[in-house]
């Protein structure tokens, strides 16, 4: 089981919290997450379920967090082991992640996968979502695996998709020219380009794309 305590902070002021592996008493918490942070048009049917959860917790406690605040859940992140060929990159989140219910875990993958990462709007100036990057990226140290991977969307691409294609798009965000939710959040934490995916997800505005992004285990090989 993973636990840590810190603070983060609201501005200047110190906020106590904990990063801890997620159990069945925070599933209320944590669909409640899932709802308030991805409303329509999000499809609400890939919002989290009480059986996905249990297969979280029990398949791969490692990479099943979440940030409680004040005795309570208030952000998450969920992970998957898989065995990852960058020749063969193309993938849609429902084929790697099971359709979020991660029943084909691998304990012995060469990845570990990123499945989904929320936090409550109000709490979003924490800072919580870079906060559990960077426990994931413990977990992969932990565990030996050469990255931590996942698709990252681009929701921001909607408002620029009459003037230029997806590719276009994530090359103005990389270069600064532009700025995305999520893209630039994944950069923020240290995460770095591998492959722009088409039909990764049911996303509009992201026009179904999704940056696959990763972060190298600094402690192996790069081959």
């Not at 049911?202 to 190298?216: T, V």
């Amino acid at each position: 089981m993973y636990r840590k305590e810190l603070f983060v902070f609201d501005n200047d002021r110190p906020v106590p919290a904990c990063v801890r592996s997620y159990t069945q008493a925070d599933f209320a918490d944590l669909i409640r997450i899932q709802e308030e942070s991805f409303p329509p048009p999000f499809p609400s049917e890939l919002w989290w379920n009480e059986e996905q959860l249990n297969q979280h917790i029990t398949l791969f406690p490692q990479g099943a967090l979440c940030v409680e605040l004040e005795g309570r859940a208030v952000a998450s992140i969920t992970g998957l082991l898989i065995d990852f060929d960058p020749d063969h990159a193309h993938h849609t989140w429902e084929e790697v992640t099971d359709g979020g219910y991660i029943r084909n875990h691998n304990d012995n993958g060469n990845t570990l996968y990123i499945v989904d990462i929320c936090a409550l709007p109000a709490y979003r100036k924490l800072g919580l979502g870079k906060l559990l990057m960077q426990s994931m990226y413990e977990v992969v140290i932990q565990l030996g695996v050469k990255r931590l991977l996942g698709g990252g969307r681009i929701p921001g691409y909607h408002l620029h998709a009459s003037s230029m294609t997806a590719e276009q798009y994530v090359e103005a965000v990389i270069e600064g020219k532009l700025r995305d939710p999520v893209l630039t959040f994944l950069m923020r934490c240290g995460r770095t380009p591998v492959k722009l995916i088409s039909g990764y997800l049911d996303d509009e505005d992201s026009h179904h794309y999704a940056m696959l992004m990763e972060w190298r285990n600094p402690f192996l090989p790069l081959q």
